[in-house]
């Protein structure tokens, strides 16, 4: 029987508990560094922001509408974050990884400066069943966030994963209802 868990030791007990359930096999960190280094340009980035938003396009038949002010808020945010951790955006845009498509789509065309995303099509692992590649892309989008500085997570599961994964050390700011609190 597992007891309950404080809210203040969340992240500390679920990362033990990850780590004992699952290990990431040599595929997924070679698949991830790779991925690292392709986005970055170069060696794997000590410090970088990993932005987890969770939009629920993957659950329903069409993209959700997004306020245009509430992006601009969270990139301000993520700004405020990156400022606070001494990365530069410029240097390291922010990783995105969505379900939101086709922002994830617009991300990795580039046309946003500050942002930056794996060449993944995102889908849920309890969704259908997936070819091999895709099982790796999600596991390599849990790997590349837990790799991070800081996580701009969600109200998700996936991003629960994440932050267990990156564990203790890991900064950890909500994205949800644009809540930005820097460390």
Known sequence: MLTPVLKKEMFSIGSCYYNFLFKTNSTIVELGEARLRQL????????????????????????????????VMMFKCVETVAQSVGVNLTDKPALVISDFNIFRQMVAKGVFREATTLNITAKHIDKGHHSLETY?????????MARARCLMFSRSGFSKVALWMGGNDMIKCSRDRIMCTPP
């Open 136 to 144: 790796n892309n999600i596991f390599v989008d849990l790997y590349v």
């Open 40 to 71: 970055y340009g170069g060696p794997v980035p000590g410090d970088y922001i990993a932005w987890h938003w969770r939009h629920y396009d993957v659950d329903l038949p069409h993209e959700q509408p997004v306020e245009i002010n509430a992006m």
